[in-house]
């Protein structure tokens, strides 16, 4: 079965410390991996797609890591603001076929920035 | 003004009752997916649109029916509405990527739904 694990469930860090979300998965065949923030009360948003070859992208102050092999995912918020304040959901896309793709949601991280 | 409009943004029924939610889109997107999201889950797939004339459906769809009225429109139905159905509804829309692949999602604001 299809699964992607994200942790910690939830996170409070200080206004301009650095934080590292995690994403596990147990997606096959693995197509790609993306990373969307969700503020409260809105539809997710999507900051960075992380194909089978990519290691590392950076979306201004956010880098995503890819390990494939291990089939793990990371995305570090550098230097956080209040606006970082936020549900973090790594999607991991199968692909079964030409247009039969299975999109497989996270639970999600809970980021809270506080002063 | 958003690209992926949802109506309404929050509704209160009872059991038993017949709700539509409605999502209109201006990104002229081919593919349309009404995902549902519940505390604690991750986000579930309803329905799927790759066309006007395409409907599929997806993981949790017992419950739900979907007509896509226009490559603009897609809309969500439940037919007698219980209180399991209490949940977040998030309509979505995509481009085809490479080689039929799906590519970037973008949401509309949701719609919170309870049923009492």
């Known amino acids: 079965k299809n699964q992607v694990e994200q942790s910690p469930q939830s996170l409070i860090i200080l206004e301009g410390k650095n934080c590292t979300l995690q994403?596990?998965?147990?997606?096959?065949?693995?197509?790609?991996l993306r990373w969307y923030k969700q503020d409260t009360g809105r539809g997710p948003v999507s900051l960075t797609i992380?194909?089978?070859?990519?290691n590392t992208k950076s979306n201004g102050r956010y880098t995503a890591t890819l390990d494939a092999d291990t089939k793990q995912s990371s995305l570090h918020i550098t230097a956080s603001q209040l606006s970082d304040s936020a549900s973090y959901i790594c999607v991991v896309s199968s692909r079964l076929g030409f247009g039969n793709e299975k999109l497989t949601f996270g639970t999600g991280t809970r980021l809270t920035i506080i002063p | 003004d958003a690209d992926v409009t949802q109506t309404p943004r929050n509704r209160i029924t009872k059991t038993g009752k017949r709700i539509m939610l409605e999502c209109s889109q201006t990104?002229?997107?081919?593919?349309m997916y009404w995902y549902r999201q519940d505390p604690g889950l991750g986000l579930r797939l309803i329905y799927y649109s790759f066309d006007v004339k395409d409907i599929n459906k997806g993981e949790i769809s017992d419950g739900y029916s979907v007509s896509r009225q226009a490559q603009a429109k897609f809309s969500l139905s439940l037919e007698s509405a219980i209180p399991n159905q209490t949940a977040l509804y998030f309509c979505?829309?995509?481009?085809?990527?490479?080689?039929?692949?799906?590519?970037?999602?973008?949401f509309g604001e949701g719609s919170r739904l309870t049923v009492l």
């Open positions: 979505a829309t995509s481009a085809a990527g490479l080689a039929g692949h799906t590519g970037e999602l973008f």
């Open positions: 994403c596990n998965y147990t997606v096959s065949p693995f197509s790609n």
């Open positions: 990104k002229g997107h081919d593919r």
């Open positions: 992380m194909t089978f070859s990519e």
